[in-house]
């Protein structure tokens, strides 16, 4: 395959075709935005898991990443019980809120189910006698009846990076009508390359000519339309992640300087469960003037900073949050609690900045 393109979002949408199954969901987006407001909920859409890129049309093959979606899943319980309405934004069959306490490989849901009763026509379905007072499973279980009464929870799959393009567009235009009530907290893995549909094979790409040369192109980064054109004045939470901890701050301030977001969270591969930085941007007023001088009387000197409130320089905070990597036997602290609580303080403290405008 050759020649690789350089798209832009607007590019992008206009060559690459939407999901059959878009309009669809955002009917439900537009339903559930709607219920959440009339109950003066805030509403958050959390993106969680890894997107494909596929190869043929006919798709046989394709590239993917490690996300198994646990950040996203984890976030979206503790969001829940904060108060906050959840969109959960998921690849398919990654984990969910909930149910992930009970995968099928870590913890096998059949394993909590007994077969009551004595004989075959009073045998009925219960639950193992070691599982009934299971109080996690009791935890679990009440917030997600909780949760499921409330109608707090929606959930949307994607599978290829240009479903979850598309997706996250649609919903972003939709939930913008909360404004400064809305946060958009971006876990999910997105791929950085795609082949565009134009340079596709139609079907399985054939071995018989030796090795495989393809040539991908970059996926425009959609942070920036984001926060200028799809979001009005919501709350933007985008995740840096990094296998060279070195990288994280710098790259993480670089977003925030390019996007204009509100925060970013960097997180290192390995040690992304234990540790992660929160960097936000903080407006420093510049240092006065040296006694005795002001700005008429500087002569050819440098030119001394303008007084003006509104220039000011830009700076950045970073703050980590760090829980134990071996925890206390039974003690099963997730970083997501400590990182919703924070994200909830600083979104409320943002609301509170600027009331008028909620
Ligand atoms: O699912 P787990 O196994 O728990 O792992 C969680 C995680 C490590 C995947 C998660 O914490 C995380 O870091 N997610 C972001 C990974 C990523 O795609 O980083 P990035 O540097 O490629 O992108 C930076 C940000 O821009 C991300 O918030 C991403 O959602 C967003 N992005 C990326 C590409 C793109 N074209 N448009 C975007 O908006």
């Given at each position: 395959?050759d020649?690789?393109?350089?798209?832009?979002a607007e590019?992008?949408?206009?060559?690459?075709?939407a999901?059959?199954t878009?309009?669809?969901?955002?009917?439900?987006?537009?339903?559930?935005?709607?219920?959440?407001?009339?109950?003066?909920?805030?509403?958050?859409l959390?993106?969680?898991?890894?997107?494909?890129v596929?190869l043929?049309?006919?798709?046989?093959?394709?590239?993917d990443?490690?996300?198994?979606?646990?950040?996203g899943?984890?976030?979206?319980e503790?969001?829940?019980?904060?108060?906050?309405?959840?969109?959960?934004?998921?690849r398919q069959?990654?984990?969910?809120?909930?149910?992930?306490h009970?995968?099928?490989?870590?913890?096998?849901?059949?394993?909590?189910?007994?077969i009551?009763?004595?004989g075959a026509d009073?045998?009925?379905?219960g639950?193992?006698?070691?599982?009934r007072?299971?109080?996690?499973?009791?935890?679990?279980?009440?917030?997600?009846?909780?949760?499921?009464?409330?109608?707090?929870?929606?959930?949307?799959?994607?599978v290829?990076v240009?479903?979850?393009?598309?997706?996250?567009?649609?919903?972003?235009?939709?939930?913008?009508?909360?404004?400064?009530?809305?946060?958009?907290?971006?876990?999910?893995?997105?791929?950085?390359?795609?082949?565009p549909?134009?340079?596709?094979?139609?079907?399985?790409?054939?071995s018989?000519?030796?090795?495989?040369?393809?040539?991908?192109?970059?996926?425009p980064k959609?942070?920036?339309?984001?926060?200028e054109?799809?979001t009005?004045?919501?709350?933007?939470?985008?995740?840096?992640?990094?296998?060279?901890d070195?990288?994280?701050?710098?790259?993480?301030?670089?977003?925030?300087e390019?996007?204009?977001?509100?925060?970013?969270?960097?997180?290192?591969?390995?040690?992304?469960?234990?540790?992660?930085?929160?960097v936000?941007?903080?407006r420093?007023?510049?240092?006065?003037?040296?006694?005795?001088?002001?700005?008429?009387?500087?002569g050819?000197?440098?030119?001394?900073?303008?007084?003006?409130?509104?220039l000011e320089?830009m700076?950045f905070?970073?703050?980590?949050?760090?829980?134990?990597?071996?925890?206390?036997?039974?003690?099963?602290?997730?970083?997501e609690?400590?990182?919703?609580?924070?994200?909830?303080?600083?979104h409320?403290?943002?609301?509170?900045?600027?009331?008028?405008?909620?």
């Amino acid at each position: 395959m050759d020649q690789s393109t350089s798209f832009s979002a607007e590019s992008y949408f206009a060559t690459q075709p939407a999901p059959p199954t878009l309009a669809q969901d955002i009917e439900g987006v537009k339903e559930f935005v709607a219920r959440q407001a009339a109950n003066n909920r805030r509403v958050v859409l959390v993106t969680s898991g890894g997107t494909t890129v596929p190869l043929e049309l006919n798709v046989v093959r394709f590239l993917d990443n490690f996300s198994a979606g646990t950040r996203g899943a984890t976030s979206a319980e503790y969001f829940l019980k904060a108060g906050y309405a959840v969109i959960f934004m998921h690849r398919q069959f990654s984990l969910q809120p909930f149910s992930r306490h009970y995968s099928h490989s870590t913890n096998p849901f059949l394993d909590f189910l007994a077969i009551d009763g004595d004989g075959a026509d009073t045998e009925e379905v219960g639950i193992t006698p070691d599982k009934r007072a299971d109080a996690e499973l009791f935890g679990v279980l009440k917030e997600y009846k909780r949760v499921q009464a409330l109608g707090a929870l929606h959930t949307l799959e994607f599978v290829t990076v240009n479903d979850y393009l598309w997706l996250l567009r649609a919903v972003s235009q939709e939930l913008s009508v909360l404004r400064r009530r809305a946060m958009y907290y971006l876990a999910a893995a997105v791929s950085d390359f795609f082949l565009p549909r134009q340079k596709m094979s139609e079907h399985k790409i054939q071995s018989g000519k030796g090795s495989l040369h393809i040539e991908m192109d970059q996926v425009p980064k959609v942070l920036k339309p984001m926060v200028e054109e799809w979001t009005r004045d919501g709350y933007i939470v985008s995740f840096k992640l990094e296998t060279d901890d070195g990288l994280l701050i710098p790259k993480a301030r670089a977003a925030l300087e390019r996007y204009g977001h509100q925060v970013v969270i960097g997180n290192e591969l390995h040690t992304r469960k234990y540790q992660v930085v929160f960097v936000e941007r903080k407006r420093k007023p510049l240092p006065p003037l040296p006694p005795g001088v002001d700005d008429d009387e500087a002569g050819d000197a440098p030119a001394p900073p303008p007084k003006s409130p509104q220039l000011e320089s830009m700076t950045f905070a970073e703050s980590w949050i760090r829980i134990p990597a071996t925890p206390a036997v039974g003690n099963v602290k997730e970083i997501e609690e400590d990182i919703i609580a924070e994200l909830v303080r600083r979104h409320d403290a943002w609301i509170e900045s600027t009331p008028a405008e909620i």
